[in-house]
């Protein structure tokens, strides 16, 4: 069965530093891409990073890049995502999602439950 578990979400002043993490169980995150994503109050889901372990690659949407770091641990199985220069627009519910291959960019099929991240102004 998968399972993805996220956590390390919490509260952080702006300029500070989380990262969160997804363990993954039921597959291993070598062999398909995985994405984290967000939902801030109010507002849609959006992709925030991902990556494909079929090419090594690593995307991220404009607003997160140069702050954002996404990595995955073989060892532990789980999928990191680095956040720092936290902002209080990066305020949200972050989730992290296996994707239907390798490769970023497809459909996902399997989520985690979600962590809140809180950051104050």
């Known amino acids: 069965e998968v399972q993805l578990q996220a956590s390390g979400g919490g509260l952080v002043q702006a300029g500070g530093s989380l990262r969160l993490s997804c363990a993954a169980s039921?597959?291993?995150?070598?062999?398909?891409?995985v994405g984290w994503f967000r939902q801030a109050p109010g507002k849609e889901r959006e992709g925030v990073s991902c990556?494909?372990?079929?090419?090594?690659?690593?995307t991220y949407i404009e607003a997160v890049k140069g702050r954002f770091t996404i990595s995955s641990d073989k060892a532990d199985n789980t999928v990191y995502l680095q956040m720092n220069s936290l902002k209080p627009e990066d305020t949200a519910v972050y989730y992290c999602?296996?994707?239907?291959?390798?490769?970023?960019?497809?459909?996902?099929?399997?989520w985690g439950q979600g962590t809140l991240v809180t950051v104050s102004s």
């Open positions: 999602a296996m994707g239907r291959g390798p490769l970023c960019g497809l459909q996902y099929d399997y």
């Open positions: 990556i494909s372990t079929a090419d090594g690659s690593a």
């Open positions: 039921g597959f291993t995150v070598d062999d398909y891409a």
